[in-house]
C-alpha cells in the first residue's frame, strides 16, 4: 500500500469522524453580552465543540505564532487515523501590549473554531464564517444583491463586536472587502459610531 493510498485513507476517515461529530454538536448559544448586543464566547464555542470531535477520536490544536506581520494563528483537526485539517489565520492587534495580543488571539480562536467545526451561533447568518475566510482579493465583478448581502452581514458583526480591539480585529480581516463594496461609507460609518459607543463605555 502506498503512502498516498494511506494518507487518502487517513483523510477519509477524518472526513467520517467529523461529518459524525458535526451532527451531534448542539446549538451555539450567545452567551456574553457587550456594550452591544451579545456574541459566542470561546468557552462556550469550545463546550459545544470539543466534546463530538473528541468522541470520534478529533483532537483540536491551536497555535498562536508571532512575527513581523503580526500574529498566525494556526488551527488543526488531528484525527488518531492520522488525518489533519489544517488553516491559518493572520491578524495584527490593534495595540501592541499584553492585553491587545490576548484579545486578538481569543478572537481569533474563536472565529477559527466556529469555522472549521462548521457552526455558528444562535440566529447568526454565517458571519462568524465568512470573518474567518475572507478571501486576500476583493471580488471585482460583485454584484448589488451582493453588495448588500455583505453589508448586512458586516454591521451585523460591527454591532455585535464587545470591545474596541474585536471592533479593529475585524475592519483589518475584512478592510480590503469594505474598500471595494458599493457601501463601503455607510460600512465605514457603523465601524465609527460603534467604537465611539464602545469608547464612551469604557
Do not use: W
Amino acid at each position: 500500500m502506498t503512502d498516498e493510498t494511506n494518507q487518502a485513507g487517513a483523510m477519509s476517515a477524518l472526513y467520517e469522524a467529523l461529518a459524525k461529530a458535526q451532527s451531534g454538536m448542539g446549538a451555539l448559544a450567545k452567551d456574553a453580552k457587550g456594550n452591544f448586543g451579545k456574541y459566542a464566547t470561546l468557552a462556550s464555542v469550545i463546550e459545544v465543540v470539543l466534546p463530538p470531535l473528541s468522541e470520534q477520536g478529533i483532537a483540536v490544536i491551536q497555535m498562536p505564532e508571532t512575527s513581523a506581520d503580526g500574529m498566525t494563528l494556526i488551527t488543526m483537526l488531528c484525527h488518531k487515523a492520522g488525518g489533519v485539517i489544517r488553516t491559518e489565520l493572520t491578524m495584527k492587534p490593534a495595540q501592541n501590549t499584553s492585553q491587545g495580543i490576548g484579545s486578538t488571539i481569543t478572537y481569533a480562536r474563536r472565529y477559527s473554531l466556529m469555522a472549521i467545526a462548521g457552526v455558528a451561533p444562535d440566529d447568526d447568518d454565517g458571519t462568524a464564517g465568512s470573518a474567518v475566510a475572507k478571501t486576500q482579493q476583493a471580488t471585482p465583478t460583485k454584484t448589488t444583491a451582493d453588495s448588500r448581502a455583505f453589508f448586512t452581514r458586516i454591521v451585523g458583526m460591527v454591532r455585535n463586536a464587545p470591545d474596541v480591539d474585536e471592533l479593529e480585529s475585524l475592519f483589518k480581516a475584512n478592510r480590503q472587502e469594505i474598500d471595494a463594496d458599493k457601501y463601503k461609507a455607510d460600512i465605514l460609518k457603523e465601524f465609527s459610531e460603534r467604537k465611539a459607543e464602545l469608547e464612551a463605555g469604557q
